[in-house]
Every structure is written in structure tokens, then in C-alpha cells.
């Protein structure tokens, strides 16, 4: 009788490596329905064990700081108002400074503005859309990127798709809600159909291309080693509030035909 060689009575146990993302463990314990997960380095030596509570207590603090980055919100600790006030200047000073090129944009429509009025009562409503969309797509992808799932590519194109859809219906309401509105106050422009066409149409392509900018910025920053929660909250509501207002007011320009109305 062959004598049993300790090889044919091992058993596998899942590990995982001592630099591997924490949610990589927590699903692996998940998945094999244990609550204790070896830890191994590079050369296959055991380094110690990470229990469930033990992972999930890390995972709750890394969710927590990906939200304070992604609010642009520097991480602090400190309990003192002073300093807290200082850690968050200069965060809000860097917001203040990338919102300059919205009015930058805004001023270069000037001319439209003042003849069309009636277009300024749009506008909110036009960056808003686009805003709440692309938050709603970025909140998916940070969340693809951070559990490392594959099919992003698919799930990008099911993102684009549904802002596509959900924009041509959005902004046929906005289309009947406008010209309603324009035309009960016939002072505020003598073309209602018109200036209800620009905000249909500019509602619809702001809501189609915000999820688009949700998913590449978030992806780049991944390419170029840059952790997507830290700078695509703040960069894609500018990025995103740039494209809205020079889509809407660019359209008034071409679709007014130059004639300005008082």
C-alpha cells in the first residue's frame, strides 16, 4: 500500500496577498463564506490573518474618504474649528478658481443675453439636468472602478444609452412646459417656439453628453494613476457646467438667426 503523502490530503484555502485592495478580500470572504482570510506576501509566507469585522471596519473608513474626496472634502481629524476652516480653504478656493471659466463662457454670449432676456430663466435648469445625470453616472462608475468589476465598457454604453433616452424625453417636456410658459407671458419674447426649441434641444444634448464626461474623466484619471475620487467630483461639475452653457447659449446664437428681440 502506497502511504499517503501529505500532497493528497491538503486542501485549498483562498488567500489573498498583502497588497491587494481591501474590497478584493472582503469578497472573497463573501464568496468562500468564511470569516478569516490569510494574508500572504509576495514569496507565499504567511504574514497573518484579516477577520470579517476586520475588513469591513477598513472598507467603512475607505468608503468614507473616497466620499470626502469626491465632495472635495480634505480628510482631517481635527476637532478644532479654526483649523478645520483652514484644511477646507484651500479646497473652496480651488473650486472658486476652476468656476471662472463659466463666467468666462457666459460673458461670451453677452450680446445674446441681453436681447434674449427670457433665456437667463432657463439656464439653471439646463446645468442642473446635466449635473444631477452625470452624478448619477459617476456614482456607477467610482463604484465599477473601486471594486475593479469588469464590463465597464459595457456598462459605459448602457450609461450613455439611458442618458440618451432619458434626455429626448426630458426635453420634449421641457420643449411643451417652455413654450407653454413663453407663450402665457408673451413680454418675455415674441417667439416662443424658437426659444422653446433651444432649451428642448440644448436639455436633451447636455443630458446625453454628461454621462459621457462621467465616465471619461473617471477612466483617464485611472490611466494616469490618479484616484478618480479625488478630483472627478469637482472637475466634472465644471467640465460639465462649461459644456451645458456654451451648448445652450451656442444654440440661441445659431438658431436666433442673429436677430436680436428686445
Given at each position: 500500500k502506497v502511504p499517503t503523502t501529505i500532497k493528497d490530503i491538503i486542501e485549498e484555502y483562498p488567500y489573498v496577498y498583502d497588497k491587494d485592495p481591501i474590497i478584493e478580500t472582503i469578497t472573497k470572504i463573501r464568496n468562500y463564506a468564511?470569516?478569516?482570510?490569510?494574508?500572504?506576501?509576495?514569496?507565499?509566507?504567511?504574514?497573518?490573518?484579516?477577520?470579517?469585522?476586520d475588513a469591513l471596519d477598513i472598507y467603512e473608513e475607505?468608503?468614507?474618504?473616497?466620499?470626502?474626496?469626491?465632495?472635495?472634502?480634505?480628510v482631517t481629524t481635527d476637532k478644532n474649528v479654526f483649523k478645520t476652516a483652514m484644511h477646507r480653504f484651500p479646497w473652496?478656493?480651488?473650486?472658486?478658481?476652476?468656476?471662472?471659466p463659466i463666467s468666462l463662457v457666459t460673458s461670451m454670449f453677452e450680446d445674446v443675453l441681453a436681447a434674449v432676456a427670457v433665456?437667463?430663466?432657463?439656464?439653471?435648469?439646463?446645468s442642473g439636468s446635466a449635473g444631477n445625470v452625470a452624478t448619477?453616472?459617476?456614482?456607477?462608475?467610482?463604484?465599477?472602478?473601486?471594486?475593479?468589476?469588469?464590463?465597464?465598457?459595457?456598462?459605459?454604453?448602457?450609461?450613455i444609452i439611458t442618458g440618451l433616452?432619458?434626455?429626448?424625453v426630458i426635453g420634449v417636456i421641457a420643449f411643451g412646459v417652455t413654450f407653454l410658459f413663453t407663450s402665457i407671458n408673451s413680454s418675455l419674447t415674441s417667439t416662443p417656439l424658437i426659444i422653446a426649441l433651444i432649451v428642448g434641444l440644448s436639455l436633451w444634448l447636455t443630458v446625453?453628453?454628461?454621462?459621457?464626461?462621467?465616465?471619461?474623466?473617471?477612466?483617464?484619471?485611472?490611466?494616469?494613476?490618479i484616484d478618480p475620487a479625488v478630483a472627478s467630483g469637482p472637475f466634472?461639475?465644471?467640465?460639465?457646467?462649461?459644456?451645458?452653457?456654451?451648448?445652450?447659449?451656442?444654440?440661441?446664437?445659431?438658431l436666433l438667426g442673429g436677430v436680436w428681440y428686445g
Open positions: 468564511i470569516y478569516e482570510m490569510p494574508v500572504l506576501n509576495e514569496n507565499q509566507a504567511l504574514l497573518g490573518i484579516v477577520t470579517l469585522d475607505e468608503a468614507q474618504e473616497d466620499f470626502e474626496r469626491l465632495a472635495a472634502l480634505p473652496l478656493l480651488m473650486l472658486l478658481v476652476i468656476s471662472i433665456l437667463i430663466i432657463f439656464q439653471p435648469l439646463i448619477q453616472t459617476l456614482a456607477v462608475t467610482l463604484k465599477m472602478l473601486s471594486k475593479n468589476e469588469e464590463g465597464i465598457g459595457k456598462n459605459s454604453t448602457r450609461e433616452i432619458n434626455g429626448l446625453l453628453i454628461a454621462p459621457m464626461i462621467a465616465v471619461v474623466v473617471p477612466l483617464i484619471l485611472k490611466a494616469l494613476k466634472i461639475t465644471t467640465l460639465i457646467d462649461i459644456s451645458a452653457i456654451s451648448l445652450y447659449f451656442g444654440l440661441a446664437t445659431i
